[in-house]
């Protein structure tokens, strides 16, 4: 058994480091960022009074499924979010080498918590690219979970899980520490700056963004109601019903737009 071990995280290894797998990487990471300027784009036109529209990856999956070449479009999102979901599960299971003990665990554990990120977006867009994405709603999910024994507790627990993720992320942006995902070329220069600053803005409201979406499962869990609970948009529609809700909400999207951007520096730049 430790023969097949040790022959699994080889070849796992073996793909990590590989050309074509980093290429993959790197236009996963243009998919991702074109997904998030979409995204940036309805919030802004929901905080302009547009609320039709739904400003999140299901909402990125209806807009491009709407253009003329939109399944195509939806299959290119749908391979290269695949792709990033297996350079995170490979990252979970034999990646992250470099650290020793407990910081090795967690960096794994951080690394299977955005494959399925990863995974929830690149399941929405092949729903979408079969002609089924309608049908999906994230309320009856966790309607379904809060029906089991303990379920209120596990949708609770739930959204704890998202905001310390959420603290995370806007911790990663202020403290600089995403721009360890850029090789040296990229963090130099006027362009180094401008990657910060995008970086910077970018994780910090992406990080927002978590934390409202974990407010909103927790609030699911204490008061036992599965409407509370929601996704992006449910978290950028709160941010909307806040005094001076149409301004802050629009300084979201900008900084939403910023992650997207970044993730086309990191697609150029890729440090693994």
């Known amino acids: 058994m430790t023969d097949i071990g040790d022959k699994a995280e080889q070849v796992g290894q073996d793909v990590q480091e590989s ?74 299971f034999v990646g992250h080498q470099e650290y020793e003990g407990g910081k090795r665990w967690r960096r794994r554990a951080s690394s299977a918590f955005k494959a399925i990120l990863y995974a929830y977006l690149a399941f929405t867009a092949l729903r979408y690219a079969i002609g089924s994405g309608s049908s999906s709603n994230s309320t009856s999910y966790t309607r379904t979970l809060m029906n089991q024994p ?32 850029l090789d040296a070329r990229g963090t130099i220069g006027d362009a180094g700056t401008a990657y910060r600053w995008l970086g910077k803005i970018g994780y910090i409201a992406k990080g927002i963004a978590f934390m409202v979406i974990g407010g909103l499962f927790v609030a699911a869990g204490v008061t036992h109601h599965a409407k509370k609970s929601g996704g992006l ?40």
């Open 19 to 92: 050309t074509w797998f980093d290429r993959a990487i790197r236009f996963g990471m243009v998919v991702y960022g074109v997904v998030h300027l979409i995204i940036a784009w309805l919030a802004v036109q929901l905080a302009l009074g547009d609320h039709g529209k739904n400003a999140s990856q299901k909402g990125a999956m209806q807009t491009m499924a709407q253009q003329s070449f939109g399944p195509v479009l939806l299959w290119l999102v749908t391979i290269g979010m695949f792709v990033l979901v297996l350079w995170r599960l490979l990252e979970a």
């Open 150 to 181: 303990y379920g209120p507790w596990l949708v609770g627990l739930i959204g704890v899980a998202i905001i310390a993720y959420g603290v995370h992320y806007a911790y990663r942006g202020w403290s600089e520490k995403f721009m360890e995902n």
């Open 233 to 272: 948009d449910d978290a950028l529609r709160t941010v909307l019903q806040q005094p001076f809700g149409p301004v802050l909400l629009i300084l979201v999207a900008a900084g939403i737009a910023c992650y997207g951007l970044f993730c086309f520096a990191r697609a150029r730049h890729l440090s693994r």
